[in-house]
């Protein structure tokens, strides 16, 4: 039989197959192959009646997360606090950058606006990250429709109230909430498994919250793309390895100076190039150790 894991909890596989849920294991095999199922999966199972299932084999994968450990993903809300902790540029940009790097779709939701005084700089925020093409959400009204037919993962920061939302979303779930540590200024974290939940006309997963992000990007063209602002505008610069930096006639830098391109999102892309070019620094400093 074929089907989909949609939870993964002690070294046991939940395998939902023409809307049954079998209880598997991983084969050994898996574990000789350096393989691992993981929540999202499509696999092969066998499963006969009162007894434990098996699963023989793993389909073929279209993307998947390291951390949280989840596959096959149609989109992620990416979800941001205006408040408490307050709204972070870069962090958001991270976010969406390793999203557009595994082809997830991102959409932008954000929580806390009530502890706002002043709506003015998000308004400003929300329309350059819509120019860019993100739906920039502030309701569930807004969220709901987009959920329907797909596979949505909510990611965020920890103690932006990701639980919170789910939980208003769909109050059967009863996730566990945590509080904002005031000391550290972020979220204790509470989700403990990777599960999908049926909402909506369709399936949504709650994850770990991050206290990191790691990053597959290593090389300055797979940064460019990753952010489709900046790749749109970079197809008229005039070298193909344009880094934005310090080449000239750059259509990037022309675009920044014009104010086509938004400040903020350079200053990000600069940031995560620079780590990229430290990585690499530090690779070729240790081989030439060794």
Same mark, same amino acid.
């Given at each position: 039989?074929?089907?989909?894991?949609?939870?993964?909890?002690?070294?046991?596989?939940?395998?939902? /197959?023409? &809307?049954?849920?079998?209880?598997?294991?991983?084969?050994?095999?898996?574990? *000789?192959?350096?393989?691992?199922?993981?929540? #999202?999966?499509?696999?092969?199972?066998?499963?006969?009646?009162?007894?434990?299932?098996?699963?023989?084999?793993?389909?073929?994968?279209? !993307?998947?997360?390291?951390?949280? %450990?989840?596959? !096959?993903?149609?989109?992620?809300?990416?979800?941001?606090?205006?408040?408490?902790?307050?709204?972070?540029?870069?962090?958001?940009? =991270?976010?969406?950058?390793?999203?557009?790097?595994?082809?997830?779709? %991102?959409?932008?939701?954000?929580?806390?606006?009530?502890?706002?005084?002043?709506?003015?700089?998000?308004?400003?925020? =929300?329309?350059?990250?819509?120019?860019? #093409?993100?739906?920039?959400?502030?309701?569930?009204?807004?969220?709901?429709?987009?959920?329907?037919?797909?596979?949505?993962?909510?990611? &965020?920061?920890?103690?932006? #109230?990701?639980?919170?939302?789910?939980? *208003?979303?769909?109050?059967?779930?009863?996730?566990?909430? &945590?509080?904002? /540590?005031?000391?550290? $200024?972020? $979220? *204790?974290?509470?989700?403990?498994?990777?599960?999908? +939940?049926?909402?909506? $006309?369709?399936?949504?997963?709650?994850?770990?919250?991050? /206290?990191?992000?790691?990053?597959?990007?290593?090389?300055?063209?797979?940064?460019?793309?990753?952010? %489709?602002?900046?790749?749109?505008?970079?197809?008229?610069?005039?070298?193909?390895?344009?880094?934005?930096?310090?080449? %000239?006639?750059?259509?990037?830098?022309?675009?920044?100076?014009? #104010?086509?391109?938004?400040?903020?999102?350079?200053?990000? +892309?600069?940031?995560?190039?620079?780590?990229?070019?430290?990585? =690499?620094?530090?690779?070729?400093?240790?081989?030439? =150790? *060794?």
């Amino acid at each position: 039989m074929e089907g989909k894991i949609i939870k993964a909890l002690a070294g046991f596989y939940y395998v939902e /197959s023409d &809307g049954q849920v079998y209880q598997t294991r991983a084969r050994g095999n898996f574990r *000789k192959k350096g393989q691992t199922p993981y929540v #999202g999966d499509r696999v092969v199972f066998s499963a006969e009646e009162n007894s434990e299932g098996y699963i023989l084999e793993i389909l073929e994968r279209k !993307n998947a997360l390291v951390r949280p %450990p989840i596959v !096959n993903i149609d989109q992620a809300v990416v979800i941001m606090s205006a408040k408490e902790p307050d709204f972070n540029h870069n962090l958001l940009d =991270r976010f969406l950058v390793l999203l557009e790097h595994k082809k997830i779709k %991102p959409i932008i939701y954000i929580t806390k606006l009530d502890l706002l005084s002043d709506m003015s700089e998000m308004a400003i925020v =929300r329309a350059e990250y819509q120019k860019i #093409g993100y739906p920039f959400l502030y309701t569930l009204e807004e969220l709901l429709p987009l959920l329907k037919d797909k596979i949505t993962v909510f990611m &965020g920061q920890t103690g932006v #109230g990701k639980s919170t939302l789910l939980n *208003k979303m769909a109050p059967d779930l009863a996730l566990e909430t &945590g509080e904002i /540590s005031d000391s550290l $200024g972020r $979220g *204790k974290h509470t989700t403990r498994s990777v599960s999908f +939940y049926d909402l909506n $006309g369709g399936k949504i997963a709650d994850t770990p919250g991050f /206290s990191s992000l790691d990053y597959e990007i290593t090389t300055s063209e797979d940064l460019n793309k990753a952010f %489709p602002e900046i790749y749109q505008l970079s197809q008229t610069c005039k070298f193909r390895s344009c880094t934005h930096t310090h080449e %000239p006639s750059c259509s990037v830098k022309d675009a920044l100076a014009s #104010g086509e391109l938004w400040q903020k999102r350079y200053d990000t +892309y600069l940031q995560l190039l620079s780590e990229i070019q430290n990585r =690499r620094e530090t690779y070729k400093k240790t081989i030439k =150790r *060794k």
